[in-house]
Structures are given as structure tokens and as C-alpha cells.
Nanobody
Framework: QVHLVESGGGSVQAGGSLRLSCVAS????????MGWFRQAPGKERERVAH??????????YYADSVKGRFTISQDTARNTVVLVMNSLKPEDTAMYYC??????????????????WGQGTQVSVSS
């Protein structure tokens, strides 16, 4: 059974940094998409970053709101997806989720594409 576990969240002041990790297990095949999402109270869940594990290029894609500040990466040997967040802003405060998508069609940009989700890790940024 696919299992995703996030860690690394916490409380920081604006301008600070955090490193989120997502350890994956139970994969019997490579996912089409791996991504990080976030959801703030009263708001829709939104994509933060994603990449395509089966693509040789390993290109990553970011939401405009985090572009230039966040970096997604994969440590295949450790079955871990990492999100490094720099220059954090209060607007980044949210529950952050790791997600995986398999055997589907369509873009990896939307939340509906992903079947498996972690439980989330809270990120709080104060001003």
C-alpha cells in the first residue's frame, strides 16, 4: 500500500527557511507525478510544486507564488521528495501535503490528478 509521510514543518519568522521531506513507501511502479500542495484555512488546496519521476529531464514546475523561493527535488535512493522553502512569507502559512499520482491522464498541475496523499505537515510563518 502506498504510504507518504511528511516531516519538517514548523514555525518560522518571515524570511526564514524550512526543509520539508516526504518519505514514500509501497510503490510498485513509478508514479506519473509527485508533488507538494498546501492548504490554508478557508482556502482551496493548491499546488506548490511538482515533477515527473519518469521523465529523464527531471524538470520541476512551481506555482507563481513560490517560484524562485521553493525548490523541489527527489532523492531516489532514499525514496524521498524534498521541498526546500526559502524567503518564507506569512502567506506561505498552510498545511503542506506530499502527493503521488499513478496511471492517469492529464496534467500533473491539479489536485484531482493525485490519488495518494500524506497526512500533512504544518508550516507557520509569522511577520
Amino acid at each position: 500500500q502506498v504510504h507518504l509521510v511528511e516531516s519538517g514543518g514548523g514555525s518560522v519568522q518571515a524570511g526564514g527557511s524550512l526543509r520539508l521531506s516526504c518519505v514514500a513507501s509501497g510503490f510498485t511502479e513509478s508514479p506519473d507525478c509527485m508533488g507538494w500542495f498546501r492548504q490554508a484555512p478557508g482556502k482551496e488546496r493548491e499546488r506548490v510544486a511538482h515533477f515527473y519521476p519518469t521523465t529523464v529531464s527531471g524538470a520541476a514546475y512551481y506555482a507563481d507564488s513560490v517560484k524562485g523561493r521553493f525548490t523541489i527535488s527527489q532523492d531516489t535512493a532514499r525514496n524521498t521528495v524534498v521541498l526546500v522553502m526559502n524567503s518564507l512569507k506569512p502567506e506561505d502559512t498552510a498545511m503542506y501535503y506530499c502527493a503521488a499520482a499513478f496511471r492517469g491522464e492529464g496534467t500533473c498541475f491539479g489536485t484531482q490528478r493525485y490519488q495518494y496523499w500524506g497526512q500533512g505537515t504544518q508550516v507557520s510563518v509569522s511577520s
